[in-house]
Structures are given as C-alpha cells and as structure tokens.
C-alpha cells in the first residue's frame, strides 16, 4: 500500500525566515494535496498538484511536485504566526477509494 | 455558514456507551468520509461513502458502523465506545473532478472524549 512520509515532523522558526517541508510518497502520485490544521480544528485546503514539474502558489505558500512525482515540497516564504500549524500531504489512493495521509509536520513561527 | 458542519463539536462520554456523531454538508457532494485523528498518528480513515446506497470500510473501521441517511447526511457510531477511541474526528466532502483528482472538504472536527 501506498505510504507518505512528512519531513520534518516539527519545525520551530523565527518570523521572517523561509521554511520547506518534504512528502515523499512509497509510489507515483497522482494528485497530491496540502491541508493546513490549525490545532484541533478543521483542515483547510490550500493547493492541489497532479502534473510533474508542477509549481502553485497562494500568497507566500509555493508547492511544487517533482518530475518523478514521488516527492512534494511546500515552501513558505517569510514566515509570519499565522502560518503556525499542522500541515498534511495527502494522496489519491488506490482507484476508487479515498485520499492517504501524511503524518503532518508541526510548525510553530516565533515572533 | 460552513458547507461540511459536525454535531456535536465537543462531547465526553463513559465506557460502554453508543455515541453517535453527525456531519452535514451543503456543497452537494456525493462523496462523503470519516477520520479520526490522534496525536503521532495523523489522519486514518474510518468509513467512505462514494453515494447513497454505497459504503465501505477503511483502514479502521472496527468499533464503528455508518450510516447514510441521505446524499447530505454521514452519521458515525461507536456502538460500544472504549477509551481507546478518544480522538478528534473529522467528516469531509468531496466530488472528483476527474479519474485522479479528488479534493476533499472537512468539517470543523468532534473531540470525543471516552473515560
């Protein structure tokens, strides 16, 4: 089965300092999303990549999927507090079934 | 107002009890989820309903039973519930838009506590 692996699993910076965070998947991928989790509440969608080589930004948050499309990075540029949070991967599974999750990577921004 | 909501947001219970958890959406999705989330753990499926007349298990479905009241409606129950089920649970939406897309909407969450 298909697995995710999210690096770092913690992440501490200071406010104004640029950050990334890896997923790596077991196999392809063939839609690769981002969540953002604020903690215990509900998951935000932030972008969604299908393509190799595919790049997308909101704001200060970039996403890129590699030409291989085993691997995805989330960069944030100039961190502020209100990126603080939980940020998941997560993948199409197996055809007909639903999406797989990375463990998340915790990320606190220290003003 | 929220397009997935979840009943009750909060609730502690004692072992032995049925809970029963509700989610509702109003984005018109077919597809519909239950997750539970746990600290180290991350998010682990529970149950999937790709429609109506359509549910199937995931990757942690014992303990626990669903029900599809209608396209709006995904209700999750722990017959017996047991301390180990304490966790935050998470219902979401989605409607592919094609074969290998997929993006899924989540409600705000239910922390369910089982002493």
Known sequence: SQELEQSPQSLIVQEGKNLTINCTSSKTLYGLYWYKQKYGEGL??????????????????????????????????????SHAGIYLCGADGQAGTALIFGKGTTLSVSS | DADVTQTPRNRITKTGKRIMLECSQTKGHDRMYWYRQDPGLGLRLIYYSFDV??????????????????????????????PNQTALYFCATSEPRDFMSDTQYFGPGTRLTVL
């Not at chain 1, 299908?50 to 691997?71: P, R």
């Not at chain 2, 359509?54 to 519930?81: C, H, M, P, T």
């Open chain 1, 44 to 81: 935000i969608f932030l972008m969604m990549l299908q393509k190799g080589g595919e790049e997308k930004s909101h704001e200060k948050i970039t996403a890129k999927l590699d030409e291989k499309k085993q691997q995805s990075s989330l960069h944030i540029t100039a961190s502020q507090p």
């Open chain 2, 53 to 82: 007349k359509d549910i199937n298990k995931g990757e942690i479905s014992d303990g626990y039973s669903v029900s599809r009241q209608a396209q709006a409606k995904f209700s999750l129950s722990l017959e017996s519930a047991i």
